[in-house]
Every structure is written in structure tokens, then in C-alpha cells.
């Protein structure tokens, strides 16, 4: 009986281990590759405002981070720098900093949805027509799959009107 028992909670252990290292590994395996660094440097030369993204944000961790530039323009989103891998990872606008999970998902339904990131190491995305930047002031990347904060950068401060 002590075998079997053994037995089972090897294997369902073996299968949680085996699980999690799927869901970290198969968006690394099946990332597309980066922009050219070119491209990116020339996308943040001609962008309106930028931002740092950072490790150290209080709903960041060591699974669920960003770091390096964020550059904003009229039309572009564009990133220089790494974001922890992961799935289903998307870009969106905001009109305040927010810096973890909590606060996300309070404005979450009047965020601006930008588009999905594909890459680790960079990416690059186009703004939907008729979104208007100056509405904004924080780019926030964000886990759709597992509602995780990964990171933000404030690219411009608030303004009243």
C-alpha cells in the first residue's frame, strides 16, 4: 500500500513540476523574434514621450517583470529592453500609474487596449486608429491568462483639463 501511495504522489508531483515548466518554457519556445534593434532605437528617436519600465514595482516579482525604455508616439508603442516570459501578455493605456495587480484592475475597464506583446526582448505595436495618446499617461503590460501585473512606465504626467 506504502508503494502505491509513493507511487502516485511521485508521479502527480512529477506532472504539477512538468505542468509549470510548460506554461514558463512554451511562450519562450514560441516567441516571435524581437524587432531589429535598429528599428526600435529609430521608433524611439521619433517618439513623442518615454518612460523607463522597471523590475522593482510593487506588483512585480521574480516570475513577472519588465525592464528598459518605452517609447510612445502618435502611431507606435515601442519597447527596448527585456519582460519575463510569459503567456498572453498585452499592452495597454491608462490614465494613471498603476503599479500592481490591485490597482490595474480597478481602471481596468477604462483602460485602452493597445495589442499583444510576442516577444521578450523588445517589440513593437501600432496604435489603433482613433486612439489618442494625450487621453493617457502610463503604458501597463499585463498577463490576460493569470490576471498578473507585469510592469508599467508613466510616459507623461497628469494633466487637468
Not at 504522489?9 to 531589429?36: C, K, M, Q, R, S
Given at each position: 500500500?506504502?508503494?502505491?501511495?509513493?507511487?502516485?504522489?511521485?508521479?502527480?508531483?512529477?506532472?504539477?513540476?512538468?505542468?509549470?515548466?510548460?506554461?514558463?518554457?512554451l511562450?519562450i519556445?514560441?516567441?516571435?523574434?524581437?524587432?531589429?534593434?535598429?528599428?526600435?532605437?529609430?521608433?524611439?528617436?521619433?517618439?513623442?514621450y518615454?518612460?523607463?519600465?522597471?523590475?522593482?514595482?510593487?506588483?512585480?516579482?521574480?516570475?513577472?517583470?519588465?525592464?528598459?525604455k518605452?517609447?510612445v508616439?502618435?502611431?507606435?508603442i515601442?519597447?527596448?529592453?527585456?519582460?519575463a516570459?510569459?503567456?498572453?501578455?498585452?499592452?495597454?493605456?491608462?490614465?494613471?500609474?498603476?503599479?500592481?495587480?490591485?490597482e490595474f484592475?480597478?481602471?481596468?475597464?477604462q483602460?485602452?487596449l493597445?495589442?499583444?506583446?510576442?516577444?521578450?526582448?523588445g517589440?513593437?505595436?501600432?496604435?489603433?486608429?482613433?486612439?489618442?495618446i494625450?487621453?493617457?499617461?502610463?503604458?501597463?503590460?499585463?498577463?490576460?491568462?493569470?490576471?498578473?501585473?507585469i510592469t508599467?512606465?508613466?510616459?507623461?504626467?497628469?494633466?487637468?483639463?
Amino acid at each position: 500500500m506504502k508503494r502505491v501511495l509513493l507511487f502516485g504522489i511521485t508521479h502527480i508531483v512529477a506532472l504539477a513540476v512538468g505542468f509549470a515548466a510548460g506554461v514558463y518554457y512554451l511562450p519562450i519556445l514560441t516567441a516571435e523574434n524581437a524587432p531589429d534593434a535598429i528599428v526600435l532605437e529609430q521608433e524611439a528617436a521619433a517618439a513623442t514621450y518615454s518612460a523607463a519600465l522597471r523590475r522593482d514595482l510593487p506588483g512585480s516579482d521574480g516570475l513577472h517583470w519588465g525592464e528598459g525604455k518605452i517609447s510612445v508616439s502618435e502611431s507606435t508603442i515601442s519597447h527596448q529592453g527585456k519582460l519575463a516570459p510569459g503567456p498572453d501578455y498585452f499592452v495597454y493605456l491608462t490614465s494613471e500609474l498603476v503599479e500592481d495587480e490591485e490597482e490595474f484592475l480597478a481602471i481596468k475597464h477604462q483602460a485602452q487596449l493597445i495589442g499583444p506583446v510576442k516577444s521578450f526582448d523588445g517589440f513593437l505595436l501600432d496604435i489603433p486608429k482613433g486612439v489618442d495618446i494625450e487621453r493617457f499617461t502610463t503604458v501597463v503590460i499585463w498577463c490576460e491568462s493569470f490576471n498578473e501585473f507585469i510592469t508599467a512606465g508613466q510616459y507623461r504626467a497628469l494633466t487637468e483639463t
